[in-house]
Each structure stands twice: as structure tokens, then as C-alpha cells.
């Protein structure tokens, strides 16, 4: 995992877990590792915003920048509520940069860790070693930003820790409804509105613009703001979502971008939820039948007995709820992030053979801990606004119909059941979430060509279970000028996990090369 938690984000409570767009996380350290870093997180003692604008010439703008982070420089900038109408409401957007190490930069790279709703700028403060090879820092000015609505920007607010750990963990007004009822479905619905009127009552305004395609407004007037005529990106995750969202929208203005784990622009909410299920039922298949090459591994027999043991462990926590340490009651929905959280790396999938002895022996801890850690929250309080920030975002880039089909839900919960027997069972109904909330959704969700753009790297992971590798697949096509760069392996992004692809887009970066035809990274 990363000393940021995560490149992405994931879906939360029982019915937004399927909400799509979810579960973009990725990882290399041990978790745990991770928590305690954040746990001793340098406290920054950040004035309040100030930025220096007059009238609505955003561009303008001369960032205050203030040491911070051991050297790093922090700053906040204004940019419009409402990029329609510019003259209104403003917000401000957090930035923290590390100057070029090299001096002399070759211009900005800015860097975001996707989503969404993931704290570009906490990213690169705390480890941007992890996120930028050394020889780009040597070269480049490297920015990260916390997008509208999230983090230390204007950010989307909605329960307090309290509210959250009932939203997240709490057992709702759904326990004991057979799931796809139609009192279930009522009972969900009226969930998901109240925390949605909640998150408006709290947020305000800004809860209808945290939407991408003002984020890649946001994004070009950072790129004037710093100098540069051309945008140098770095997106994982979600973040190729804005990296692509902006190459279409400004495509004489792109540099050299680079879009990791990508998102297919064209695919529906529907399509999202399936093609995730599928890839999280893959890898933890590919789970399974690594474990089952170790002597220490808690299954017997083969995978499909190992998947079935999980299925089954997954109903048990429902019909026997097992309580944790602190008090919480671990139930499948629960279990269900605990289990998916290793996933996004190799690296991690040990924490899936204690996981699974340690639920079966009725000790919920670690399920627990699993679970925290996703959701940022360390010793009772939440680290970051993530979960919220993606939600709202979510609700707003996923066109969404009020009114329910109650037929054609169903009959999605119970393919994603047939195609993904372990996984799928939980991941129906997560249009409930949006139809509920308080802000319709504005964006659509269609190809993307950047008709006239120069080079643009696109990287898949033919094991990535948040990103399947058919959407780097079909990114690099709808993109005029997209090069597909694949990497032969397992986990949640590649940058910095495979030698031969970190290469590949570091040579990109700092010279222009542009490969010839598809590496096919194997290390």
C-alpha cells in the first residue's frame, strides 16, 4: 500500500458498495506498516487560505507558496464555484509542490492518485517516492492537489466520526430484509437519502460542482498558473479519468501525460459494477491458487473449494455476527472490504490467510482493521474526507435515474451473483445510492478522442482487479494518439511496481520517447 493509503477509492456501506468507479485503491508497503506512518503523520499548521485575485482572472494568479513538509511548499489558490459563472461564489484548492531537485525543471508535473476523492497534495507530501521516480523529481517541479471537494480544498463534509461509523458499520434499518425486497429496497433507499440531505446540509453548494469535468477546468488553470503551456500528468486510477477527461477537452494543450490503471470513459455505471466484480473475483481466485502453493495456506483441497470457503464465510458473519474488541458488530458487507482491500497488491495477500483464520476462530479484529484502514479512519476518527469526497464526485459523473427499475436491478444482482458466485452476491443495487441523491448527476459518459494531442501513455495491468485491463485497452483506442503500455502482472497499477514500465514512462517523461509499438512488461 502506499504511505498515502491508497492510489484511489473504494464503495462504501451495503449498498453503495456497488456503486461503480469504487474500488481504486493500489498498494506495495505491508499494510499495517502504513497505518502507523499514518498514525505519526507530521501535523501541519496550515494558516488559514489566502489567495491573491482580483476580479475572476483565475489564471493570474501568484500562488503564496510556504515551506512545509520537510522542505516541500505549500499554497492554496481560488478558482470559481461554478466555472459557468465565474464572477460568483469562489472555492479554494490545497497544492503542495516539491521543486525540482535537479533545478532547472523541465516544466510542472502534476501528479494525482485517483479516486475519486483521494488527497493529491497529502499524496505527494508523503510519499512521493512512492509516487514520482527520483529522476522526474530530479527533473520536474511535481504538484499535488486536493480536486475540488476534497481534502484541504473546499471540501464535501457530511457525518461527523460518529455518523460515519454508523453509516460505514452499523448493521441499518435493512438487517433482517431479504435483500432485493421490495422493503429492503426501500429501506436502502431511505438510507442512502438521508445521508445524502446530510452531506448537503453540511456541504452546501459545492456539493453540486465537485464534478470532473470541473475539476479539468480547475486542472488547466493550475497548468497556467505555474507557467506551463502544456500539461504534464501523471493520473492513476480515477486519475485517468480527469487526464483523459482533460486531453479531450484541451488537446493542444496536452504534454506529456501518462494515465495508469485507466478508466474506460465510455463505460456505464452498469458496466463499471460488472467488469469490477469480475476482476475482484479473479484476483481473489489468483489469491487462492497462489496461497494453495504454500504449506501455511488455510484451505484445502483447490480453488473452487478455497472460493466456496470464502462464500461461506462471508454468510456466516450474517447469520452469526461476530463482535470485535471495540464493539463493532462484523457482518458480510464488512468482511466484504476487509477482503477486497489486500487485493489491490500481491504484496498484501498474506493478510487474506490471517484474515480468513482469524474471522473463523470468531475474532473480527483484523476484518476490522482491514476495514479501517480503507476507509482512513485510525483510533475512532477518519484521517481524510475520502469516503464522502467520493461518493458526491461518484453521484455526480454517473448520470443516474431517479426513479428505480425494480426489474432490471434485479436481474443485474443476480448476474453479477451467476458471473462472480463468491463476490457479485454483494455488489446488486448500488444505483440505489445515487437515485437518492440530493444533487443530479451532470456529467455523461461517452469516449473520449483528444483529436490532435501529442503521444499519450496509457498503462494497463492485465491483472488489475479496480481497472480491468480492458479499460486501458479501450482508452488507448479511443484516444487519436494513445499508446498502450501493458504490464503482465497482478495488483492495482504498475508505475513503480514493474521495473520495465517505470521505464518506459520515465524515459517518456524526461525525453519525449515514445515506444514504438506495446512493451509487454513482464518485471
Known amino acids: 500500500m502506499t504511505a498515502q493509503r491508497r492510489r484511489g477509492r473504494a464503495a462504501t456501506a451495503t449498498v453503495a458498495i ?48 510556504s515551506r512545509c513538509y520537510d522542505g516541500m511548499q505549500c499554497a492554496d489558490v481560488a478558482a470559481p464555484l461554478d466555472w ?34 483521494a488527497s493529491g497534495a497529502s499524496y505527494i507530501a508523503e510519499s512521493i517516492d512512492y509516487a514520482v521516480g527520483r529522476s522526474l523529481q530530479e527533473a520536474y517541479d511535481v504538484i499535488g492537489w486536493d480536486p475540488r471537494g476534497v481534502g484541504g480544498s473546499s471540501a464535501v463534509s457530511c457525518l461527523d466520526a460518529q455518523g460515519m461509523d454508523d453509516y460505514l458499520f452499523g448493521l441499518g434499518t435493512t438487517e433482517g430484509l431479504e435483500a432485493g425486497s421490495d422493503e429492503w429496497i426501500a429501506a436502502a433507499a431511505e438510507e442512502s437519502s ?29 497548468r497556467a498558473i505555474v507557467g506551463d503551456d502544456r500539461l504534464n500528468y501523471l493520473g492513476y486510477s480515477y486519475g485517468t479519468y480527469i487526464g483523459a477527461r482533460y486531453a479531450d477537452a484541451f488537446p493542444e494543450r496536452v504534454g506529456r501525460l501518462v494515465l495508469d490503471g485507466a478508466i474506460d470513459p465510455s463505460a456505464d455505471e452498469a458496466e463499471v459494477v460488472r467488469q469490477q466484480t469480475l476482476g475482484f473475483e479473479a484476483a481473489l481466485r489468483a489469491y487462492a491458487t497462489d496461497c494453495l502453493t504454500h504449506s501455511a495456506c488455510p484451505f484445502g483441497g483447490g480453488v473452487d473449494q478455497a472460493m466456496a470457503a470464502w462464500g461461506a464465510l462471508l454468510d456466516g458473519v450474517d447469520e452469526r455476527p461476530i463482535e470485535a474488541s471495540d464493539g463493532r458488530v462484523l457482518n458480510s458487507g464488512t468482511l466484504l472490504t476487509a477482503i477486497i482491500t489486500p487485493l489491490y497488491s500481491q ?7 490471517q484474515l480468513f483464520q482469524t474471522v473463523s476462530d470468531g475474532d473480527a479484529d483484523l476484518a476490522f482493521r482491514l476495514a479501517d484502514f480503507y476507509y482512513g479512519r485510525v483510533d475512532g476518527r477518519y484521517e481524510d474526507n475520502s469516503t464522502e469526497a467520493f461518493l458526491a464526485i461518484n453521484c455526480l459523473d454517473y448520470p443516474s435515474d431517479p426513479v428505480l427499475d425494480l426489474a432490471r436491478m434485479r436481474a443485474t444482482a443476480d448476474e453479477l451473483a451467476d ?31 483528444a483529436a490532435g494531442a501529442d503521444p499519450i501513455l496509457v498503462v494497463g495491468t492485465t491483472g488489475d482487479p479496480a481497472t480491468p485491463y480492458r479499460w486501458s485497452v479501450a482508452l488507448a483506442e479511443q484516444l487519436q494518439s494513445g499508446v498502450l503500455v501493458t504490464f503482465e502482472g497482478e495488483g492495482h497499477t504498475a508505475y513503480g511496481q514493474s521495473d520495465c514500465v517505470t521505464a518506459v514512462v520515465d524515459d517518456y517523461f524526461l525525453r519525449g520517447a515514445v515506444p514504438t509499438a506495446d512493451p509487454r512488461c513482464t518485471s
Open 18 to 65: 456497488a456503486l461503480g468507479a469504487a474500488l481504486l485503491l493500489s498498494g506495495c508497503a505491508p499494510l499495517f506498516a502504513i497505518v502507523e506512518q499514518l498514525r505519526q503523520q507530521q501535523a501541519q499548521s496550515r494558516e488559514e487560505p489566502q489567495v491573491e485575485l482580483e476580479g475572476a482572472d483565475f489564471e493570474s494568479q501568484q500562488p503564496r507558496w
Open 347 to 353: 504484496d498484501n495477500w498474506m493478510y487474506l490467510d
Open 84 to 117: 459557468d459563472d465565474p464572477e460568483g461564489e469562489r472555492i479554494i484548492l490545497s497544492l503542495v509542490k516539491q521543486p525540482a531537485l535537479g533545478g532547472d525543471p523541465l516544466g510542472t508535473l502534476f501528479v494525482n492518485p485517483g479516486g475519486p476523492g
Open 194 to 222: 438521508e445521508f445524502g440531505e446530510a452531506c448537503l446540509e453540511a456541504t452546501g453548494p459545492l456539493l453540486g460542482h465537485v464534478d470532473t469535468a470541473s475539476t479539468v477546468r480547475d486542472l488547466d488553470m493550475l
Open 419 to 449: 458471473i462472480a458466485p463468491t463476490i457479485g452476491r454483494f455488489q446488486g443495487y448500488g444505483e440505489i445510492f445515487c437515485a437518492s441523491w440530493p444533487k443530479r448527476g451532470v456529467e455523461t459518459r461517452e469516449a473520449v478522442t
